[in-house]
């Protein structure tokens, strides 16, 4: 898979599994409505008193599994970003969010939602459809 591939995957998937380092240190996941921009960065919102976005304010390491219902899965690893509304990143972000998923847009102009930008640093594409299971590492260098 490479990395436009990648990306189309996770648009056409929709939702996620985030997982999150807790207070403690143990992980914390949850089932969430994702997407991914043009650059291949991840992007997804969250209630600011949610969880995830406390845990990303101590340690903004994630693990995401995209897929799994049709035996394919994209599992990743980044680094998560808050975003601050009004910024360049931000619009941008937004623009991927609500191009995605039109009926969320109007949470994106809520304060209490915040927006969440996963810069990936590992990816890898699981096949599991049938025949001896396909894994293959994701090129994240091509970045456009």
Sequence with gaps: MDHSEMIAYVRANGDAVVS???PDGAPQS???SIT??????LVFNARGGSRKIANLGRDGRVAIVVGGA???TLQAQGVAEV???GSDEAARAAEAY???FPWFGSSLTKSEFELVLV???WARYGDYRGGPPVSIEVDLADRT
Excluded: H, Q
């Excluded at 991914?36 to 960065?41: F, H, N």
């Design 20 to 22: 999150t380092i807790g």
């Design 30 to 32: 949850a089932y969430l």
């Design 36 to 41: 991914a921009t043009d650059r291949g960065d």
């Design 70 to 72: 049709e035996k394919t």
């Design 83 to 85: 975003l601050v509304p």
């Design 98 to 100: 609500g191009a995605a």
């Design 119 to 121: 810069r990936l640093e």
